[in-house]
C-alpha cells in the first residue's frame, strides 16, 4: 500500500508516521517533505551534484553538471515516482529519497527506456576524467550483486544539502521509505556508502542497518524488512 490522497494531501502510508507529506515540519517551519515530481528533476540533480562527493560539493569535478543526476536521480524519478520524496525550502529542492523496490525490475526498466536516448547522447569516451567514467556508466550500468538482491530486493539512496540536515528529515525520509517498502511486502532493502562517509555509516548503523559485504569503493548494508 502506498501513497494515499487524504482532503487534497498526500499522506504517508498509515502507520508510518502522523506527519502529512507536505505539510510544514514543526521543527524548523521551513523545509516541506512530499513527494517527487518531473519539475522537480533540476533541483535533485542539483543536489545529487552537491553532494556527489562523498557528501560533498563535487561541481568542481564535472564539466558537464548533469551527469550525476542521469545516474543517480532521473531514473527514480521517472522510473519509480512512487517511492522518490523530496525536502524542499523556499531556496528550493534541499535533499532526497530515492528508493526502487524491486531492484532486478529496476534496472530492466532502465536498459529498456532510460539508458539508450543517454547513450545516444553521450558517445563513450577513453579519457580518464570524472564525466568519461560517468558516462561509461551510462552505457554499462553496474548491477547489484544477485546475493544481495536475493536477500534484500529493495534499495534506495538519501542525499541532504547541509542546510537541510541537523532537522531530523533524513530519518523521517527514510523511516517513510522503509514503511512504505514493508507494505509493499518488501521482504529486504539495500543500499551502498562510500567507505570515507563516515556520518553516513554511522547514521544507517543507526537505524539498524548492518554491513554486508564491504569493497574498496563502497560498502553495501542492508535491512531485513520481514
Known amino acids: ?23 510544514r515540519d514543526s521543527v524548523d517551519a521551513v523545509h516541506l517533505i512530499r513527494p517527487a515530481a518531473v519539475h522537480d528533476l533540476p533541483g535533485t540533480y542539483r543536489v545529487c551534484l552537491l553532494t556527489g562527493d562523498a557528501g560533498q560539493d563535487a561541481s568542481a569535478q564535472f564539466r558537464d553538471p548533469d551527469l550525476l543526476g542521469h545516474v543517480y536521480v532521473g531514473p527514480y524519478v521517472v522510473g519509480q ?3 522518490a520524496l523530496v525536502v524542499v525550502d523556499p531556496e528550493g529542492v534541499a535533499g532526497y529519497c530515492l528508493a526502487a523496490r524491486d531492484t532486478r525490475a529496476f534496472e530492466a526498466w532502465a536498459e529498456a527506456a ?27 550500468p553496474l548491477l547489484a550483486p544477485g546475493a544481495l538482491v536475493r536477500d534484500y530486493p529493495a534499495h534506495f539512496h ?18 517513510w521509505q522503509l514503511e512504505s517498502l514493508r507494505r509493499q511486502g518488501t521482504r529486504g532493502v539495500h543500499l551502498d556508502v562510500a567507505p570515507a562517509n563516515a556520518n553516513a555509516i554511522a547514521f544507517y548503523r543507526h537505524l539498524g542497518f548492518t554491513e554486508v559485504e564491504q569493497r574498496e569503493d563502497a560498502i553495501l548494508m542492508g535491512m531485513r524488512l520481514t
Do not use: F, K
Not at 538519501?158 to 523511516?175: C, T, W, Y
Open 1 to 23: 500500500m502506498g501513497w494515499q490522497r487524504t482532503a487534497g494531501r498526500l499522506v504517508a502510508p498509515s502507520g508510518a508516521l502522523a506527519r502529512p507529506v507536505g505539510e
Open 81 to 83: 515516482p512512487d517511492l
Open 114 to 140: 532510460w539508458w539508450p536516448p543517454l547513450r545516444g547522447r553521450y558517445p563513450v569516451r577513453d579519457d580518464a576524467s570524472p564525466d568519461a567514467e560517468i558516462i561509461r556508466l551510462l552505457h554499462s
Open 158 to 175: 538519501i542525499d541532504l544539502l547541509a542546510r537541510a540536515r541537523g532537522h531530523g528529515h533524513g530519518r523521517r525520509l527514510v523511516e
